[in-house]
């Protein structure tokens, strides 16, 4: 065979197994386990925190991704948005039915605290019925739909202390905050001064205060703001991931965006970038495994 021929025979079949790869990684789990320590409380607690899921399944109804949140034993699950997929141009409502179907069996166990990412925020401006359906039916199932709102972790069964309150709070970002990552390495639109401020008020300093706000990219002024803990979602990991680069390409088309995925921190703040649960746009995943993220805030008492 000539040797353009063999390498194009073998570029063809490393491109196959790639993408075997990438259809594999798609329906597997992986646990990443985060531990923010803290001088404001005197216990802890074990959350777990899913984003961009965007109504992927993992097993029949999504009975292992069940199981694997099972087994980790949370005090709540908390929900950092994209959980649906609304398009920008289809005239068709998003299906809201497996990501409703998954809440109504965690709901079952578990407290859940729900904020908005872009795919909500978009369908509650494209589609107001269906996102009125959808809010409607989580609040329903008891879920704290954490729209541009605060609210307390009820932390009776765990802490006696009334004090020592665990804080939770979502922000809903405008679209403007989403559409302006253009191609590139990192573009965004600005955020105004007081701008968290004027969405969900100002922090209590002396509480541990989490604040879901889906786009990572915002992160020092979310510290500006008071924020202990930061989850984030929103690149997917970087789609495809590789050794001491990080993530590539985002689905908004930015390229090797450091706070793609991981643990980032900030004075007296720490954020926690998921790799998210499903795909939408670029249906691809390479080293990148969709992600359930355990979060243990610890007490840091001296």
């Given at each position: ?175 403007k905050f989403f559409n302006a990552l253009k191609p590139g390495f990192g573009r965004r639109e600005a955020m105004p001064d007081g701008y968290l401020e004027q969405k969900i008020g100002t922090p209590d300093k002396w509480k ?95």
């Amino acid at each position: 065979m000539h040797p353009a021929g063999i390498m194009l025979a073998v570029l063809l079949l490393a491109v196959l197994l790639a993408l075997f790869r990438s259809e594999w990684e798609k329906r597997s789990l992986s646990v990443e386990t985060y531990e923010i320590r803290t001088d404001k409380l005197r216990e802890g607690a074990r959350f777990v925190f899913l984003t961009d899921m965007h109504s992927a399944s993992f097993g029949e109804n999504n009975c292992e991704l069940l199981h694997r949140i099972d087994g980790l034993s949370p005090d709540a699950v908390l929900i950092g948005g994209d959980m649906i997929t609304c398009g920008k141009r289809t005239p068709v409502p998003p299906k809201t039915d497996v990501c409703l179907h998954l809440l109504e069996q965690l709901s079952e166990r578990y407290r859940i605290y729900y904020a908005e990412g872009n795919h909500e925020t978009r369908m509650k401006e494209r589609f107001p019925d269906t996102y009125k359906m959808f809010t409607d039916h989580l609040m329903q199932l008891g879920v704290e739909y954490l729209c541009n709102d605060t609210e307390i972790f009820d932390t009776e069964d765990l802490i006696e202390d009334e004090e020592d309150d665990i804080v939770l709070s979502g922000v809903s970002l405008e679209q403007k905050f989403f559409n302006a990552l253009k191609p590139g390495f990192g573009r965004r639109e600005a955020m105004p001064d007081g701008y968290l401020e004027q969405k969900i008020g100002t922090p209590d300093k002396w509480k541990f205060n989490i604040l879901l706000l889906h786009s990572p990219l915002y992160f020092q002024e979310a510290c500006a703001w008071g924020a202990d803990l930061v989850l984030s979602g929103h690149f997917h990991g970087g789609t495809i991931r590789l050794p001491f680069v990080g993530g590539v390409m985002t689905p908004q088309y930015q390229f090797f965006i450091r706070q793609c995925a991981g643990r980032f921190d900030c004075e007296h703040a720490s954020m926690i970038v998921s790799r998210g649960l499903g795909t939408h746009s670029i249906r691809i995943r390479f080293n990148n495994l969709p992600e359930i993220s355990l979060i243990k805030v610890i007490p840091d008492i001296v």
